[in-house]
């Protein structure tokens, strides 16, 4: 990690909450703003402590808490973020306990086998190259905290969307599979960890021991860190699970993972016969198959792996000798397909893939379990989920038929010319019988609807002038004291409240709809929403602001609670300004992630009775979207149940 992180001109605009504009000003009117210290003249970049002591100096600089002062030092480090974060992570580990030699494997590698790499502990940057600079914060935030808490925090901002961190396994999506993979009190193994979600995860349903294998040298140190930190049994090693598995031989209770998708250069062609194929050779095309195979050849008998796949493994011709395989052999006992999105960027229902290691002289079970969970939301299906995947654990051969949602088959069906395996596909269609009643009903309520839309269409005119005026950034009404900026919620520990206040989600807000999360063990702050607040999405497809009417709620993750003071801010003109396409591209982060910075956004600046009137017109124009998503929502519906029902004869034309 270099001695001086820098910045571009970019990120001091981020830390600011200001405009690009304003730093180039910044450059040419101020002769001791700081002088470039890298960069190109096209690009230069400054010293980022030298440019926060500027900024505080000027009043420019927002107060940060000490963790994200940290992470942003962190983040703009010259090496990756990920070998950053582990000098830290070593320096918290020294705090934390006295260093110890880890402890290998309890079984021995099979002679013939490749000799395992090192562990991650081998190739963990020197805490001494941290800058002095950050020394003082982080010991200021291990003294708070303790060392466990501190990696947390900053390990969970590294896990966000950034430039050079990919993507960790959500919190949701890793604890339903180690759910599926009924860890507690066993032995776990993710043979692809990254920085260790799913290990995490297991860590938190109380596994008896942890262990996994990463390819990349940074993320492996990652997760053996907090593992360490948090005492937790077990080993991370380093290499490449399929070409040189670290832990051959050593057989364990469970397996979750999120394998590398769509690999080409996985080493089919020096494994074509390797003893983990234990249900055919895996053709060079099916690289996920590959990790399916190395799973099963890990797990005792009895045991669960959960794999996270891409919806086609389910249904490509290529692997379908290894899915006959898989279920004749009664390895492969569900496929689960998800809501679209619950993994970062995959945008299509990914699936899981539950199998248990079956006995040899075991009879295959006669059925197989397929949910389709692709239409919900996650925090909301996951317990059904796990619930219908107990019960047919429990009793294999019992039927299960949840009309859209669940049903068992009998392996016999799915053995047909193509085995595709995909849930969708299976499920029979839902509410078949379409009735003149229904068809009149939807027709009528859409009628309704698009009557009242031009109503609601707020009146406007051009401006005589066609001026903007003058705008501030929510950075500078934050520093005015017109506005309070509350949230995202940290992750955390907190006692379990099922029964508690409705939580609102990032769903909730994108939809308009009520607030439908529940507060979990790992929220680790209770924000109640208040009547006139403005919530934002940090991620999103687009920026949504909504205004909230209705109280007895609390802040959900990965949001932003605006709090404007009633005499200064109105919160629906708040809301109307966040929302522009200007600001969408003005806070969104310039790594391609469309994850928002709302101190960045930008509010023209009006007396208040102005801003009511353009509240007003706000709050119409939000209206008016309700109601075009809802005859957008019935016109669907009302197109569906026409064609079903011409197509079975329940309805005729006339």
Not at 132 to 157: I, K, S, V
Not at 210 to 215: K, R, S, T
Not at 583 to 596: D, H, P, Y
Not at 634 to 648: F, I, K, N, P
Request: glycine residues 10%.
């Amino acid at each position: 990690m270099q001695e001086t992180p820098t910045v571009t001109a970019a990120e001091i605009a981020r830390l600011a909450g200001v405009g690009r504009a304003a730093v180039s000003n910044w450059r040419k009117r101020h002769p001791d703003f700081p002088a470039p210290v890298g960069g190109s003249a096209a690009s230069p970049e400054f010293d980022l402590i030298e440019v926060e002591q500027w900024l505080r100096g000027q009043g420019k600089l927002p107060e940060l808490d000490t963790a994200e002062r940290l992470w942003r030092h962190l983040a703009a480090a010259g090496d990756s973020p990920a070998a950053a974060l582990a000098a830290v992570g070593a320096r918290l580990l020294a705090r934390h306990r006295p260093p110890r030699e880890t402890t290998p494997p309890p079984t021995d590698p099979q002679p013939d086998a490749v000799p395992p790499a090192g562990p991650w502990s081998a190739a963990l940057p020197s805490a001494d190259s941290l800058p002095a600079a950050l020394l003082a914060d982080l010991d200021a935030l291990a003294d708070d905290r303790g060392a466990p808490d501190a990696f947390d925090e900053l390990w969970q901002r590294f896990s966000g969307p950034g430039p050079g961190r990919p993507l960790a396994t959500p919190d949701d999506l890793a604890d339903l599979m180690v759910g599926l993979a009924a860890v507690d009190g066993g032995s776990v193994l993710d043979p692809a960890v990254g920085s260790g979600a799913t290990l995490r995860a297991a860590a938190r349903a109380g596994c008896a021991a942890a262990y996994g294998q990463e390819i990349d040298t940074d993320l492996a140190a990652l997760a053996g860190l907090w593992l360490a930190l948090r005492d937790v049994p077990g080993e991370v090693r380093i290499g490449d699970s399929l070409r040189a598995d670290a832990f051959a031989g050593q057989p364990v209770d469970a397996v979750v993972c999120h394998p590398p998708f769509g690999a080409t250069n996985w080493g089919d062609d020096e494994l074509g016969h390797d003893p983990r194929w234990i249900v055919g050779t895996t053709p060079r095309t099916e690289p996920e198959l590959a990790w399916v195979q190395h799973a099963l050849a890990h797990l005792r008998v009895g045991g669960h792996a959960v794999l996270l796949m891409p919806p086609t493994v389910a249904s490509r011709r290529a692997g379908k000798r290894i899915r006959s395989e898989l279920l004749r052999r009664g390895h492969l006992r569900a496929v689960i397909a998800l809501p679209p999105g619950v993994a970062g960027s995959h945008g299509v229902p990914l699936h899981l893939w539950v199998l248990r290691r079956a006995a040899t002289d075991a009879p295959p079970p006669a059925r197989m379990l397929l949910v389709d969970a692709a239409g919900g939301d996650l925090a909301e299906t996951a317990p059904r989920v796990l619930g219908v995947w107990r019960a047919f654990d429990a009793m294999p051969d019992a039927e299960v038929d949840q009309a859209g949602f669940a049903r068992t088959i009998p392996v016999i069906e799915l053995l047909d010319d193509e085995v595709d395996l995909t849930p969708a596909r299976r499920q029979p269609a839902v509410g078949s019988e379409v009735s003149g009643e229904q068809l009149t009903r939807t027709r009528e309520r859409l009628a309704a609807v698009v009557a009242a839309l031009p109503a609601l269409m707020p009146p406007a005119t051009p401006a005589p002038d066609g001026t903007a005026g003058q705008f501030l950034t929510v950075g500078e009404l934050l520093r005015a004291g017109a506005l309070h900026l509350l949230g995202p919620v940290r992750a955390g520990v907190s006692e379990p409240a099922p029964d508690g206040p409705p939580v609102l989600t990032v769903g909730d807000v994108l939809a308009g709809a009520q607030a439908s999360g529940r507060i979990d063990d790992r929220y680790g702050q209770q924000i109640p929403i208040e009547v006139g607040d403005v919530v934002v999405p940090v991620v999103a497809q687009q920026l949504t602001a909504r205004v909230i009417t209705t109280t007895g709620t609390l802040l959900g993750r990965n949001l932003y609670l605006l709090r404007p003071d009633p005499g200064a801010l109105d919160p629906w003109f708040l809301a109307g300004q966040l929302r522009t396409s200007a600001n969408e591209k003005q806070a969104s982060s310039l790594s391609g992630t469309l994850r928002f910075d709302i101190r960045r956004a930008s509010v023209r600046r009006l007396g208040l009775p102005e801003q009511q009137a353009y509240g007003e017109a706000a709050r119409r124009l939000d209206d008016f979207e309700r109601a075009l998503r809802l005859a957008a929502t019935l016109g669907a519906e009302l197109v569906q149940l026409t064609a079903d029902g011409l197509a079975r004869g329940a309805i005729r034309p006339t």
